[in-house]
Every structure is written in C-alpha cells, then in structure tokens.
C-alpha cells in the first residue's frame, strides 16, 4: 500500500486530493495545525475513528514553520509521495504578514526537501509542490505556459517563487523526483470564505435571504482563468506518477472577470444585477427577481459596492493558462467549467443560507460572519 503525506490536508486541496488517494487505495497522512476551535471540517467526512484496525486516513499536528516536527514526521512515515499543499494561501493576506508567509510557504518547502534529503528517503519519497500562477504576476506573455517568465507581485508569489525554484534545485542536486504544478486558480463549494469566487457565492446567497445587505468588493474588472479544485488535484496526482519529473502548467484556458462571476452567480439565484461606473465609484443594482431564490431582493436594491480596502497594493490584472503540456503528456483535461463551478457554489452556498434563514426565523440567530 503507498503512503502519502500532505499538508495543508485540511483546505480546498487537501480535502480533495484525500478523497483521491483514499479511493485509489493509498494510506494517507496528513499534518494539522492545532487551533483553538476545530479546523477539520473539510476532512471530517473521511474521518476513520483511529481505535479501529485499518484506518487509512491518519493526521498528526504540525506546522511548515516547525524543523523538527516536521522531519519527525517523515521519518515515522517514510512516505512514497509527498504533497506540500499547506501555505498561508491569500494573496491580500500576504501583504499584510509577509514574514510569515515567506517562513511558511518558501522556508517550510525547503524544510520538506531538506527532511527527506537528511533522512536519506530522496530516492523513496516523490514531491509535489504547490506552484502558482500568480509566479507569473505581472505578465509577459500571454497565454501563460511552462516556459513564461515569472514576474511575482506579493509576498505571497515572491515566496512561492522560492518554494518553485527550490524543488527545481533539489531535483538538479540530488536527483530528487520533486515537481511543480503551476495551477491557475481552482475553486469549489469548499473553497476559504474570503477568496473571490466564494465571497460572491456565499455574500449573494446570504443576500438572498436577507441575512446580508451588500456584498463589498475590491478589484471587479481582474481577470481569472477559474477551474474546478477536484480536477485539479487528480493532475496533482498524475504528476507524480510519471517517469520523470516535470513541471505543469494546470489550467482551463479560459478566463473571465470577476464582474462576470458576479452576473453568473446573481442569475443563478434568479436576481439580474447591472452594474454602473467605472470599478472604482461603481454599483451593481437589481433589475430583474426571478424564481422564489431569492426572497429578500427586490428590483432597484444596490447589492454590489466597491470598498477600496479590497484593493491591493500591486494587482495581478489578468492571468490565462495554456494546459497543452498536461493535456498531451498525460492526457489532462478540465472537465467542469467556470460557469457549471458557479452553478455548484451558489447552490451549496444557498442551501446553507437557507438552513440560517429558517433558524433566524424561529428565533435561533446565528452571527453571519461578513468579513472578506
Ligand atoms: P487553503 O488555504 O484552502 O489551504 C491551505 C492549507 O494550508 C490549510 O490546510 C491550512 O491549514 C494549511 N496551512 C496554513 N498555514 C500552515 C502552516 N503554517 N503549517 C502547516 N499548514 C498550514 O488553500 P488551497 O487548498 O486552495 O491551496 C492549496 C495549495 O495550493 C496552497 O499552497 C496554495 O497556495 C496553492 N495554490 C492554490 C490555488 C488555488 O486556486 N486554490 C492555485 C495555485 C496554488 P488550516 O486549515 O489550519 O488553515
Ligand atoms: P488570487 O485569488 O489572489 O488570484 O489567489 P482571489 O480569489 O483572492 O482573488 C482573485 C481576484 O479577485 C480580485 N478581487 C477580490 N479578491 C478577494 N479575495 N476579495 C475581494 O473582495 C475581491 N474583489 C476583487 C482580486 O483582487 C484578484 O484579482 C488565489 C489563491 O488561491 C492563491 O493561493 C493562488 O496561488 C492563486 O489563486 C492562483
């Protein structure tokens, strides 16, 4: 039975890529941060109670910031794969705590490199790293692929550029099998709360029900190439069972605006928003309520604003994948689109509305958290 390890196994990714591989037969291992309340929610289905015999899923605590624990951990394992998912994964975050994110997410990859080097697995264990297209940043060319300069714009970007040219050295110095996936951005029903797609899902949902007056954006004319998070950590996968180690572009080759992610989403719930200005003093109001979605929303309601503090100190305008690569060396291909990807968050993100909107009514209110 193969072993893998992953961090970051409990966000998006994680979460998926564990359904994978537990359904492909693998052990699976994966490092959780303790926290003061639970932090498990997106593994909790594939949860085997850990006093049965042959439990496949195991988590141990841990941190990418943290040497020791981390090289403990490999050496009790001794995995066949490793994926280093884990980072401090938002991009206006990272402004605001760019020491951290560069000691987690460009330190804590060389120190997964450097465990398995110093524990003699580097022959054994296979690496994947979460590469990203914001490398690409401030873009030199367009459609963006494997050979593309990088041009990083966050603190976030310049320390996954570390963590890409670090596994690339690895691969050079030690003959490790260590590999990039450059993946556009992915998203699902699990997606974190505050990145773009699912802040709108879940604001015009709430908004719907009117457990929310506004949704409050930064920068609606970026340009996104979206794919679905299950087919993106099936490449993850794939990329590690080549013959040699190469790195990826992973991308729908696609893009579209974050205006035009709004639309979709509002129509999905039934409600046609126009938006007027000029992205910066700009609002999107109702004109048209359709279907019984969406109770609280009547025509002439503003539901959409700007709020400059979503704005970032550098953007990255507009990122377009081509995946020819994927596709013609291991037969990848997206199979969810932007639009269908939609379609399953507002449909996730409205039940969940609703469920709050029924306990509001019988008087069991719960804050809804608005913060992006
Ligand atoms: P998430 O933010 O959903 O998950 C990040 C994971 O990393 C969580 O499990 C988080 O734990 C964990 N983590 C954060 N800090 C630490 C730390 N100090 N030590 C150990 N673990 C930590 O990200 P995604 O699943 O969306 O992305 C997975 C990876 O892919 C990330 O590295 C991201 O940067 C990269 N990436 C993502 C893309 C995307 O569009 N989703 C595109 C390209 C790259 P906790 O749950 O406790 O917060
Ligand atoms: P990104 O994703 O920065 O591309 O990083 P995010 O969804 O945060 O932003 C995408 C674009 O939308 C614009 N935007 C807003 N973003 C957020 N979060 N909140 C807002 O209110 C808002 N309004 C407009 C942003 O400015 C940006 O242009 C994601 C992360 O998953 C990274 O870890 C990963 O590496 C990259 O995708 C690929």
């Given at each position: 039975?193969?072993?893998?390890l992953i961090t970051g196994i409990t966000g998006q990714d994680g979460s998926y890529l564990t359904?994978?591989?537990?359904?492909?037969?693998?052990?699976?291992?994966g490092i959780?941060?303790?926290?003061?309340?639970?932090?498990?929610?997106?593994?909790?289905?594939?949860?085997?109670?850990?006093?049965?015999?042959?439990?496949?899923?195991?988590?141990?605590?841990?941190?990418l910031?943290?040497?020791?624990?981390?090289?403990?951990?490999?050496?009790?394992?001794?995995?066949?794969?490793v994926y280093n998912l884990g980072a401090?994964s938002?991009?206006?975050?990272?402004?605001?705590?760019?020491?951290?994110?560069?000691?987690?997410?460009?330190?804590?990859t060389?120190?997964?490199?450097?465990?398995?080097?110093?524990?003699?697995?580097?022959?054994?264990?296979?690496?994947y790293q979460a590469?990203?297209?914001?490398?690409?940043?401030?873009?030199?060319?367009?459609?963006?692929?494997?050979?593309?300069?990088?041009?990083?714009?966050?603190?976030?970007?310049?320390?996954?550029?570390?963590?890409?040219?670090?596994?690339?050295?690895?691969?050079?110095?030690?003959?490790?099998?260590?590999?990039?996936g450059?993946l556009?951005?992915?998203?699902?029903?699990?997606?974190?709360?505050?990145?773009?797609?699912?802040?709108?899902?879940?604001?015009?949902?709430?908004?719907?029900?009117?457990?929310?007056?506004?949704?409050?954006?930064?920068?609606?004319?970026?340009?996104?190439?979206?794919?679905?998070a299950?087919?993106y950590v099936?490449?993850q996968?794939?990329?590690?069972?080549?013959?040699?180690?190469?790195?990826?572009?992973?991308?729908?080759?696609?893009?579209?605006?974050?205006?035009?992610?709004?639309?979709?989403?509002?129509?999905?719930?039934?409600?046609?928003?126009?938006?007027?200005?000029?992205?910066?003093?700009?609002?999107?109001?109702?004109?048209?309520?359709?279907?019984?979605?969406?109770?609280?929303?009547?025509?002439?309601?503003?539901?959409?604003?700007?709020?400059?503090?979503?704005?970032?100190?550098?953007?990255?305008?507009?990122?377009?994948?081509?995946?020819?690569?994927?596709?013609?060396?291991?037969?990848?291909?997206?199979?969810?689109?932007?639009?269908?990807?939609?379609?399953?968050?507002?449909?996730?993100?409205?039940?969940?509305?609703?469920?709050?909107?029924?306990?509001?009514?019988?008087?069991?209110?719960?804050?809804?958290?608005?913060?992006?």
């Amino acid at each position: 039975m193969k072993k893998a390890l992953i961090t970051g196994i409990t966000g998006q990714d994680g979460s998926y890529l564990t359904e994978l591989l537990l359904e492909k037969g693998y052990e699976v291992h994966g490092i959780k941060r303790r926290a003061s309340l639970f932090n498990t929610q997106r593994v909790d289905h594939l949860y085997q109670d850990p006093h049965m015999n042959d439990t496949r899923l195991k988590l141990h605590y841990g941190d990418l910031s943290d040497t020791s624990n981390l090289t403990r951990i490999i050496r009790d394992i001794e995995p066949d794969e490793v994926y280093n998912l884990g980072a401090q994964s938002h991009v206006a975050v990272s402004f605001e705590a760019p020491e951290y994110t560069a000691d987690v997410d460009a330190v804590g990859t060389l120190r997964i490199l450097e465990a398995i080097r110093f524990l003699g697995l580097e022959k054994k264990t296979r690496f994947y790293q979460a590469s990203t297209s914001e490398l690409f940043g401030l873009v030199q060319e367009i459609p963006q692929r494997e050979t593309t300069p990088f041009y990083p714009r966050s603190p976030y970007a310049v320390a996954k550029m570390y963590a890409y040219w670090i596994a690339v050295n690895y691969r050079e110095s030690y003959d490790m099998f260590a590999c990039n996936g450059i993946l556009f951005n992915h998203e699902s029903p699990r997606r974190g709360e505050t990145f773009v797609t699912r802040k709108i899902t879940r604001g015009l949902s709430n908004i719907a029900m009117g457990l929310e007056p506004c949704l409050y954006m930064g920068n609606i004319d970026s340009l996104r190439d979206w794919g679905h998070a299950k087919d993106y950590v099936r490449m993850q996968w794939m990329m590690l069972q080549q013959d040699a180690p190469e790195d990826f572009v992973i991308a729908t080759g696609v893009q579209y605006s974050v205006r035009e992610f709004i639309t979709w989403a509002a129509a999905d719930l039934g409600i046609t928003v126009e938006f007027s200005g000029d992205g910066v003093e700009e609002t999107g109001t109702v004109t048209k309520v359709e279907g019984d979605l969406a109770p609280a929303v009547e025509p002439g309601q503003v539901i959409v604003r700007i709020d400059p503090r979503y704005f970032r100190p550098a953007e990255v305008d507009t990122l377009l994948g081509d995946p020819s690569k994927a596709k013609e060396k291991l037969g990848w291909v997206p199979e969810i689109t932007a639009r269908e990807m939609c379609r399953e968050m507002v449909a996730a993100d409205h039940k969940a509305a609703r469920r709050h909107a029924l306990l509001k009514e019988h008087g069991l209110e719960l804050p809804v958290s608005v913060e992006g």
